[in-house]
């Protein structure tokens, strides 16, 4: 069975920092392209950013660009989301996401592996 479990979340200042964690089991991730999702109440889910099967090419939303970073460790099965500066506008939940092909896309349609969800809570 394909899994991707998430953790890191947490409740942070305005301004700060926390890095999510996505381990996958079932399956070598360095066969997918991951991305990372979030959802606030009320809201669409949106893309976040996403990463290639090699960890070579990035992409990030306009909202998030320049303040969290995508990676990937291969050798260990797992891919990270560094969030600085975090604003409150970030609060949602936050889910990893893989498929197979190269896409390089931030559209959910296309993700058929998923996590199941971390809290991120920013808030003075």
């Known amino acids: 069975q394909l899994q991707l479990v998430e953790s890191g979340g947490g409740l942070v200042q305005p301004g700060g920092s926390l890095r999510l964690s996505c381990a996958a089991s079932g399956f070598t991730l360095d066969n997918y392209e991951i991305a990372w999702f979030r959802q606030a109440p009320g809201k669409e889910r949106e893309g976040v950013s996403c990463i290639s099967r090699g960890g070579g090419i990035t992409r990030y939303a306009d909202s998030v660009a320049g303040r969290f970073t995508i990676s990937r460790t291969n050798a260990n099965n797992t891919a990270y989301l560094q969030m600085n500066s975090l604003k409150s506008e970030d609060t949602a939940v936050y889910f990893c996401?893989?498929?197979?092909?190269?896409?390089?896309?931030?559209?959910?349609?296309?993700?058929?592996?998923w996590g199941q969800g971390t809290q991120v809570t920013v808030s003075s």
């Open positions: 996401a893989a498929q197979r092909s190269s896409l390089r896309s931030l559209d959910a349609r296309f993700y058929d592996t």
